[in-house]
């Protein structure tokens, strides 16, 4: 061999173990900066669970020197719970990065802590209105189980698939069984959502994959399923899924049970298996949420403590109907929903509504003054709402805010474009949200103040000289009314029929014109007439002028009278005399 071959073998060689050292190197560089972030990550997390930890220690000593702020306390530990899950859920996840992550089982009934731990996140099924059934076979079986582990298994697949699944008919359900051995559990996580597209599957147990968050409009780490994966191979355990996009999927998972699966390190014999403690801090998806439900959610009505509290604006009870304004509010969040329906019902009536969707079948059927909606929501999100307002003929005066995380000026130039009246990025504050509300309502107030001080005449001549489509709605409006002025028993669901609209439709169009709804404008209509009927009938009778428009009691017909016009009608009366002479 020439010495210029050996040479070139000799550089070649070189080079070779170069390039292996250097790829040795750039492996460690990034083992090390895994390993750096990894630390990073476990001790900022740490950081964060000792003030959190301090703070719901402080809301349990606030409960009992001042309980009657339990509304604010629940929804206060709800976040913090939600908080600390998400940054266990981190912990773990570095933990299973580098190694550090331990499986330590204990002996018991392995079904009984399946069926509870599943249990509790029944009301994240009601939240989004799914059918969710929890079927174990057998209903009782013993076993070794890392309680810690299998809760956060469970969880995350659950929480998965309530992500994923919408609609009326939307399912979940969660089947485990046992093998023939009796050593092993089969968990089957079952849904009939969106499915997984063929292009996501090869990603999904990656970390930090985020999924379809944004087309659902719904949050999501990226950790969950990569967490699960880790959670399940340090149980020795197997996972796989089929999916079919557009309708389901299905996690299947298998986990020893028997004690010679672990290592002796891995098995606790001191501690057994409590199925009525799970391990997880799902506090709000249980008895927090329960009791917020049931105080704020399923009535409408203040209860006396609050309709006491001295420091309130005026209360619904001392308003009268036409002062009565109804809100929707529309929002997925159910903590905040319940929040803002609280501190509103002070002042307003409050409707509510998960998603768009709903929002649009209140909308229907119901009398609405004014919306606040989240932007990011399933099934129809914020910006869809409001077209869906703006483009109806019968709705489009509704007034709309819009509330959202999206901070850009672009986001708040897409609502303002979709024809949102208001625009308030989260976090927001309730006296502003308050404020925003008051000024829209106060402009539906000058409109009714306006409508009211103007004559018949007055009204028909503007009519007249400013035609539009309002208008044209007033003068049918009026007409309507006035062809059964002497009708007492003529109400707004005959006033809606003879307009050809439903009575929200009515409600609506009514309170954006007039300012009034439709039984004040009725009224408002006959207070017009009897005036106009006293000019052109002079000394006509009190009980003949309240029965000419309407009223069966004169009585009543004077106490109406006087509230509108600040004199009894025989006063009203006497003046037009006078001053016709």
């Known amino acids: 061999m020439e010495l210029i071959d050996i040479i070139e073998i000799l550089v070649i060689a070189l080079v070779i173990a170069i390039l292996i050292v250097m790829r040795l190197n750039q492996r460690n560089s990034k083992l090390r900066q895994k390993a750096q972030m990894n630390m990073m990550f476990t001790s900022i997390t740490h950081e964060l669970l000792t003030p959190l930890t301090i703070l719901s220690a402080s809301i349990e000593h606030l409960r009992e020197v001042e309980p009657k702020h339990k509304l604010q306390y629940a929804l206060m530990e709800i976040n913090i719970q939600r908080s600390v899950r998400l940054l266990q859920q981190i912990l773990e996840t570095t933990k299973a990065q580098d190694g550090r992550l331990k499986l330590l089982v204990s002996h018991g009934d392995v079904m009984g802590y399946i069926r509870n731990t599943a249990h509790s ?19 009782s079986m013993m076993g070794w189980i890392d309680t810690d582990k299998l809760d956060k298994i469970i969880f995350n697949l659950l929480s998965n698939s309530a992500k994923y699944t ?16 009796y050593d092993r559990i089969i968990i089957e996580v079952r849904d009939n959502g ?6 996501r599957k090869k990603h999904l147990f990656e970390l930090f994959y985020d999924g379809e968050y944004r087309r659902f409009h719904t949050m999501g780490t990226g950790l969950g399923l990569s967490l699960t994966r880790e959670l399940v191979y340090l149980n020795n355990g197997t996972i796989s899924y089929e999916s079919e996009e557009g309708k389901g999927t299905v996690f299947y998972i298998t986990l020893p049970i028997n004690k010679e699966s672990f290592d002796q390190s891995q098995i606790d014999e001191k501690n057994k298996v409590d199925i009525n403690k799970p391990t997880s801090a799902v506090l709000d998806l249980g008895n927090e949420e329960s009791i917020l439900d049931k105080d704020f959610v399923l009535t409408d009505k203040i209860s006396k403590n609050e309709a006491s509290s001295p420091m309130k604006p005026k209360e619904i009870s001392d308003l009268s109907d036409e002062d009565i304004y109804t809100i929707l509010v529309v929002e997925d969040n159910v903590e905040l929903l319940m929040l803002i329906k609280h501190l509103l019902s002070r002042k307003y009536r409050v409707e509510t509504a998960r998603n768009g969707g709903e929002a649009v079948e209140v909308i229907e059927k119901s009398e609405i003054d004014l919306i606040i909606s989240d932007v990011m929501m399933p099934v129809m999100d914020g910006y869809e709402l409001v077209k869906y307002v703006k483009n109806s003929v019968d709705y489009s005066h509704l007034p709309v805010i819009l509330l959202t995380a999206k901070a850009q000026e672009s986001d708040k130039m897409d609502a303002l474009k979709v024809g949102a009246d208001e625009y308030m990025t989260k976090p927001f504050k309730m006296k502003e949200l308050q404020l925003r509300i008051d000024n829209l309502i106060a402009n539906r107030q000058r409109i009714s103040r306006e409508f009211k001080q103007q004559s018949i005449e007055e009204v028909k001549v503007n009519n007249v000289t400013m035609p539009s489509p309002d208008n044209e709605f007033l003068d049918k409006a ?10 007492a028993e003529y109400d707004r ?13 009515l409600y609506n169009k009514l309170r954006a014109v007039t300012g009034m709804n439709a039984t004040s404008f009725i009224r408002d209509i006959r207070m017009k007439e009897a005036c106009r009927l006293v000019k052109s009938t002079p000394g006509i009778r009190v009980s003949d002028l309240a029965y000419s ?11 109406i009278f006087k509230k509108e016009f600040g004199m009894q009608p025989s006063e009203y009366i006497e003046s037009i005399a006078n001053q016709q002479q």
């Open 121 to 139: 996140i029944i009301p994240l099924m009601a939240k989004k209105h799914l059918k969710f059934s929890v079927k174990c076979q057998p209903e």
């Open 166 to 181: 919408t609609g009326d008919n939307g399912l979940v359900e969660l089947n485990v069984r046992t093998n023939d051995r």
């Open 194 to 199: 969106c499915g997984i597209p063929e292009s």
């Open 478 to 487: 009026m007409a309507c009314v006035h062809n059964h002025l002497d009708d």
């Open 493 to 505: 669901e005959s006033f809606a029929s003879d307009m050809g609209m439903s009575a929200s439709s």
């Open 549 to 559: 428009v309407g009223f069966k009691d004169p009585k009543y017909f004077s106490t």
